[in-house]
């Protein structure tokens, strides 16, 4: 069982201390203010970050700048990315190279540029510690746009922000002054990372910046193992998008209401299952971390519609269907990424199986699920387990085991799992008498 795979089936951005709780809420607005340049102006310069997190490679982001509409805001966000001007007033290097993104909130943005403190309490312009709001000519009402951070009125420094939702309740307050135009799945990796207090548990770093002479290759890498569509479906402006932010736009999404009721979720499962069939062909070429990619981000694609729109009971249960395995499948590539099995991957591991164990139900009674067959009831139970022993929580491991053993009978794999597993408690109780046995010996 463990081989599996169809068997794996085939109010303002604070550069301080402030609060920004009341900042949470997002709405969408009007699009096309970020017009191009007017004909016979000079190009619009393009600067870029190579990020790393935790010390991987994660890619680059490169960003066009507004230098027609904000120029001197732009010019001080390029030249930071250069390090041309030397070492500011705080005796650091007036430089984005190896600082921080220090504050991360999911479904609004991210935001780095602190190179003298590195907490949001610091930072400095090419101009002086601060300088005044250009204009706020451009709006916040779209995704992956960049924008001054500040603790007030003219008080821009050099710390910045990616929107990753429109947020116009910021229009008026911080500046727009650029956009993301490559490398929008790298901005969606890093606002996923792991939070405590709006803070990175990872370390996500501007490993190298600079600017990108006109006509220059962006040095973006391509994907060897492209798809055709984003890692997120709110950034696929072709096919899926985010209903709630696209229903609005005349840009991004030039369908009526009615069409986004009547065709979206096949467009969906259309994307999530070629995307599936991507994934279960890198696990067949044993590359499992890709495969495993694949599958979460099919699965975020069917995340688009976690209900219908009305009852259809043969689209959900294909709905379901594809779930399924995809549960089943970034289980199993979890437990193989890693060896030993890292906490991490367990516990993706866990969190899969126990998705998939969740599908069972009455389709008739609810909505999307379905009757779990027992053979599949044991594989969910099956690769829990393993994620389960992997972070040594063995007894947990044991009870889905003797369940699964219930479910299917005679499964080789099954059995040895649990034999194993009981053996690694009894060596644990014995180490443990031993422990205490020489404490009051």
């Known amino acids: 069982m463990s081989e599996m795979i169809d068997r794996v089936e085939t109010a303002s951005i604070a550069s301080s201390d402030s609060s920004i709780a009341d900042l949470h809420a997002t709405a969408a607005g009007p699009k096309g203010t970020i017009?191009?340049?007017a004909p016979g102006s000079a190009p619009r310069p393009r600067v870029y970050f190579d990020i790393t997190i935790n010390e991987n490679e994660a890619g680059r982001i490169v960003f066009e700048l507004f230098s027609d509409v904000v120029p001197k805001t732009a010019e001080n966000f390029r030249a930071l990315c250069t390090g041309e001007k030397g070492t500011g007033n705080s005796g650091k290097p007036l430089h984005y190279k190896h600082s921080t993104f220090h504050r991360i909130i999911k479904r609004f943005m991210?935001?780095?540029?602190?190179?003298?403190?590195?907490?949001?309490?610091?930072?400095?312009s090419i101009y002086g510690e601060k300088f005044e709001d250009e204009n706020f000519e451009l709006k916040h009402d779209q995704p992956f746009l960049l924008s001054m951070a500040n603790a007030g009125p003219s008080t821009n420094g050099s710390q910045f922000f990616i929107t990753t939702v429109p947020t116009p309740h910021l229009d008026g307050k911080h500046v727009v002054f650029g956009k993301v135009i490559k490398g929008r799945s790298i901005v969606r990796l890093m606002?996923?990372?792991p939070v405590k207090s709006d803070s990175p548990t990872e370390k996500i770093v501007i490993a190298d910046c600079g600017q990108l002479a006109e006509g220059e290759d962006?040095?973006?890498?391509?994907?060897?193992?492209?798809?055709?569509h984003e890692d997120y479906p709110s950034d696929d402006e072709s096919d899926v998008g985010d209903v709630s932010s696209k229903r609005a736009s005349t840009i991004f999404w030039m369908i009526t209401d009615e069409d986004l009721v009547a065709f979206q979720p096949n467009v969906v499962l259309k994307i999530a299952t070629e995307i599936k069939t991507k994934g279960t062909d890198l696990f067949k070429a044993g590359d499992f971390k890709a495969a495993q990619n694949k599958y979460l981000k099919a699965l975020r694609y069917l995340d688009v519609h976690p209900v219908l729109p009305s009852r259809d009971y043969d689209l959900e249960q294909k709905f379901v269907a594809l779930r399924l395995s995809l549960f089943l499948n970034s289980a199993l590539t979890a437990l193989k990424t890693s060896n030993p099995i890292k906490a991490s991957d367990a516990q993706l591991a866990i969190d899969q199986a126990t998705k998939a164990l969740n599908l069972d139900g009455d389709a008739d009674k609810q909505e999307m699920r379905t009757p779990l067959s027992d053979a599949d009831k044991a594989k969910c139970l099956y690769r829990r387990a393993l994620g389960k022993v992997a972070i040594k929580e063995e007894a947990g491991a044991v009870k889905d085991l003797e369940e699964a053993r219930t479910l299917v009978k005679g499964d080789k794999a099954i059995e040895a799992e649990l034999e194993k597993t009981k053996l690694k408690i009894k060596a644990k109780k014995e180490a443990e008498r031993k422990k205490f046995g020489k404490m009051f010996a």
């Open 110 to 124: 991210c935001q780095g540029g602190d190179f003298t403190m590195g907490n949001g309490m610091g930072g400095e």
């Open 191 to 193: 606002e996923n990372a």
């Open 218 to 228: 962006d040095g973006v890498k391509p994907d060897p193992h492209a798809d055709g």
């Open 35 to 37: 017009a191009s340049p």
